[in-house]
């Protein structure tokens, strides 16, 4: 197209050029419009489209996956780690629990797409708190399940979700290409632990323990009672 030779080329800034030719460049939205709309352009025997798959290979893999002395693998190559704090308020007469706040601070490495790891820890962290406050199966005395639909099991709407406050504090992976680390679901696992530490918290005045989930109103109300008749 700029009738160069690859060597000469240059790609800074999303823009392919020859170094001192003002005329010699194009952007990569151009190449793509070409590529896949005026075919009539490119190269004999080129094919069409901008499209390549590459697939990497943790450096590490084969220690890491070569069994030890317990027989154990270590299947995954990087950690992210992450705190969960959370501000609850107890209805005392209900047992109804109310999360005020909800932070998250997490490091999940270098961060290639922001608002895909931020929705995934949104959407995580409210799973971990809907598990903590209401999801649970309930059978009555003879086996039966009784949390047969949405209605009955307990999941939270968004009405009941907080809103979850996300602090990035990446330390970037010394085994990966871009130190990036793992993302996904890792805030569903410290969450229903998180409130059932702010509940427990909350009712510390009474003495009351928490060491079941979920934590419905049922539930917390039992707590109380339980608590008041000692």
């Known amino acids: 197209m700029l009738n160069a030779d690859s060597k000469e080329l240059v790609i800074q800034d999303s823009t392919a050029?020859?170094?001192g030719?003002?005329?010699?460049k194009i952007t990569f939205a151009e190449l793509g419009r070409?590529?896949?709309n005026n075919q009539s352009l490119l190269p004999k025997g080129f094919e069409a489209g901008l499209q390549i798959t590459y697939y990497y290979t943790f450096a590490h893999a084969e220690p890491f996956l070569t069994p030890g002395?317990?027989?154990?693998?270590?299947?995954?190559f990087t950690f992210a780690a992450g705190a969960h704090a959370a501000v609850v308020e107890v209805d005392k007469e209900t047992g109804k629990v109310h999360v005020l706040r909800y932070l998250v601070v997490g490091d999940n490495g270098t961060i290639l797409n922001p608002k895909v790891v931020d929705g995934q820890i949104y959407g995580s962290a409210a799973h971990g708190i809907s598990v903590a406050l209401g999801e649970g199966?309930?059978?009555d005395s003879e086996g039966q399940l009784l949390t047969l639909t949405l209605t009955?099991?307990?999941?939270?709407?968004?009405l009941e979700t907080p809103n979850i406050e996300v602090v990035h504090h990446p330390v970037p992976s010394h085994f990966t290409p871009l130190g990036q680390k793992a993302a996904g679901e890792g805030g569903a696992i410290p969450s229903p632990a998180c409130i059932a530490s702010a509940v427990e918290d909350a009712l510390?005045?009474?003495?009351?323990?928490?060491?079941?989930?979920?934590?419905?109103?049922?539930?917390?109300?039992r707590l109380i009672q339980e608590a008041n008749q000692k």
Do not use: C, H, M, N
């Open 17 to 19: 050029y020859v170094p």
């Open 21 to 24: 030719s003002p005329t010699k």
């Open 34 to 36: 070409i590529a896949y």
């Open 69 to 76: 002395p317990d027989r154990r693998v270590r299947a995954q």
């Open 137 to 139: 199966f309930v059978y």
């Open 152 to 158: 009955d099991y307990g999941k939270s709407s968004t």
């Open 204 to 221: 510390k005045p009474l003495g009351i323990k928490v060491r079941e989930l979920p934590l419905s109103p049922e539930a917390v109300w």
